[in-house]
């Protein structure tokens, strides 16, 4: 669904993403984990057409999104959900997810579609005429969630989700995820929370330096012991970058929340 080849990105003059190949496969939960600065932020902002490439391809369903504009991509059919919470908070929750389907001009598909996320996400019926600001923190990635989905994307882009949420509403985040999955969604996410994020995934992906440095299935991924030295400050070994039933440790690295 999504290629990235050969893909170099940055700000400045300077590449952040440093060569990136990487294949999003129709229908996956592709789980990308890394230290800080390994070039995680930057690859979404490419997906979402904040940043252009400088060299490199970019193909979305067989069409070069390389130089797209966030508007061509989101009608596209990818939407990204940013990393920091960004409701109206004086706006209810209702007016909060109908601007989710602000390139929709049919009133009636509109409808249609906010009875579809009110099913999926049913506290949008149950808090519409609240404040959105009023919610918890868990609650407002539900309201976000639903709102991206007002578009009814194929591949929704996910940036740490979970982040600054307690375990219990990360948990209903994932399971909102996974949701979103089966009801026929491609997924990419960006998790801070490894263990969580990985055994989410269909496929892991683990980046350092601004390259893909492993990549298999979630389980794979987590339970490789190159993972272990990575996340206690080594570096993953060149030449060794592909996580396979043959080279995978015997047991998870013990990192947990926020590793």
Avoid: W
């Avoid at 939407?79 to 989710?100: D, H, K, P, S, Y």
């Avoid at 390139?103 to 099913?119: F, G, P, Q």
């Avoid at 990635?141 to 639903?146: G, K, N, Q, S, T």
């Avoid at 209903?172 to 089966?182: E, F, G, L």
């Amino acid at each position: 669904m999504l290629v990235f080849e050969g893909l170099f990105a940055g700000y400045g003059g300077g590449d952040i993403l440093k060569g990136v190949d990487l294949v999003i496969e129709e229908g996956s939960v592709t789980c990308v984990v890394g230290p800080n600065g390994a070039g995680k932020s930057t690859l979404m902002k490419v997906v979402s057409g904040l940043l252009h490439p400088r060299v490199g391809k970019l193909e979305f369903q067989g069409q070069s999104i390389a130089k797209a504009t966030p508007r061509q991509i989101l009608k596209a059919g990818i939407v990204q959900i940013m990393q920091a919470r960004n409701l109206f908070t004086e706006l209810t929750v209702r007016e909060n997810v109908e601007l989710g389907a602000f390139l929709i001009k049919d009133s009636s598909v509109v409808a249609k579609r906010l009875d579809e996320v009110c099913d999926m996400f049913p506290i949008v019926a149950q808090r519409a005429k609240d404040r959105a600001g009023a919610l918890s923190g868990g609650q407002q990635r539900m309201v976000e969630f639903a709102r991206a989905l007002m578009m009814d994307p194929v591949l929704v882009a996910l940036d740490e989700p979970s982040m600054g949420l307690e375990p219990r509403s990360a948990q209903i985040i994932y399971d909102s995820i996974a949701t979103m999955n089966k009801n026929g969604r491609t997924v990419l996410l960006v998790e801070q929370n490894v263990r969580a994020g990985l055994s989410l995934a269909s496929h892991g992906v683990v980046m350092e330096a601004g390259r893909v440095r492993l990549e298999g299935t979630g389980a794979e991924v987590l339970a490789n012991p190159q993972m272990r030295a990575l996340y206690l400050g080594g570096t993953i070994e060149e030449g060794q970058g592909v996580a396979s039933s043959t080279g995978v440790g015997a047991g998870a690295p013990a990192f947990g929340n926020g590793s």
